[in-house]
């Protein structure tokens, strides 16, 4: 009996079909990954730059660096890294389940939480009501990447040391809001870099 031939050209469709399908995840994980390293790469920058700003006692955030002329430029840069390549990678994005969607619009809302905040440091310290606005938007991304990260530990059922390094993070938040403790560059250190690990691999495994 004669084995059933294999069309080359239809061999070479499926390929082409499975290389354009697998483009599109490349992207979004390489935005996703790019962004998270520019954020800590320009954030260490600043640190550099003027330590005095949030290594002390009594500690200030990182946004300090958004309006001191010498630390301006890479802590903008420190937060367009993320807030610019994970649009473009929820953009990019082709969901097939719901899983995938959901994280679609994580990667949509966290971009969106980083953008205001941007937008929102540059005046802070001019007002008041310019603060508070400021200081809700921070309080805002803390809460959204806690939740963020006890869902994608529920999916990816993995990496509980990275999530309870999260929530030890949230603690830390809590009693900084509340005057406990005066750690808020250690707390967003935390909390942002256990969230960057968890958002980077659940990236892999989802998008």
């Given at each position: 009996?004669?084995?059933?031939?294999?069309?080359?050209?239809?061999?070479?469709?499926?390929?082409?079909s499975?290389?354009?399908?697998?483009?599109?995840?490349?992207?979004?994980?390489?935005?996703?990954?790019?962004?998270?390293?520019?954020?800590?790469?320009f954030?260490?920058?600043?640190?550099?730059?003027?330590?005095?700003?949030?290594?002390?006692?009594?500690?200030?955030?990182?946004s300090?660096?958004?309006?001191?002329?010498?630390?301006?430029?890479?802590?903008?840069?420190?937060?367009?890294?993320?807030?610019?390549?994970?649009?473009?990678?929820?953009?990019?994005?082709?969901?097939?389940?719901?899983?995938?969607?959901?994280?679609?619009?994580?990667?949509?809302?966290?971009s969106?939480?980083?953008?205001?905040?941007?937008?929102s440091?540059?005046?802070?310290?001019?007002?008041?009501?310019?603060?508070?606005?400021h200081?809700?938007?921070?309080?805002?991304?803390?809460?959204?990447?806690?939740?963020?990260s006890?869902?994608?530990?529920?999916?990816?059922?993995?990496?509980?040391g990275?999530?309870?390094?999260?929530?030890?993070?949230?603690?830390?938040?809590?009693?900084?809001?509340?005057?406990?403790?005066?750690?808020?560059?250690?707390?967003?250190?935390?909390?942002?870099?256990?969230?960057?690990?968890?958002?980077?691999?659940?990236?892999?495994?989802?998008?």
């Amino acid at each position: 009996m004669s084995r059933p031939s294999v069309s080359p050209m239809r061999g070479a469709a499926s390929d082409g079909s499975s290389l354009s399908q697998s483009s599109p995840r490349r992207r979004v994980v390489r935005d996703v990954t790019w962004g998270q390293i520019g954020f800590g790469t320009f954030l260490i920058v600043c640190v550099a730059l003027h330590p005095g700003l949030v290594l002390k006692a009594n500690e200030g955030g990182m946004s300090n660096y958004g309006v001191h002329l010498k630390t301006v430029i890479p802590y903008t840069l420190a937060l367009l890294c993320p807030a610019v390549l994970t649009y473009q990678a929820a953009g990019a994005m082709r969901p097939a389940g719901r899983t995938a969607r959901d994280f679609r619009w994580l990667l949509r809302l966290y971009s969106g939480l980083i953008a205001l905040t941007l937008a929102s440091t540059y005046g802070y310290t001019l007002d008041r009501p310019q603060k508070i606005v400021h200081i809700a938007i921070g309080v805002a991304i803390t809460v959204f990447e806690s939740g963020a990260s006890l869902w994608m530990y529920r999916v990816l059922k993995r990496l509980r040391g990275v999530l309870a390094v999260q929530l030890a993070g949230l603690a830390l938040a809590a009693l900084t809001f509340f005057g406990a403790l005066h750690l808020l560059f250690l707390t967003q250190v935390v909390c942002g870099g256990a969230y960057a690990v968890l958002l980077v691999v659940t990236c892999r495994e989802v998008a």
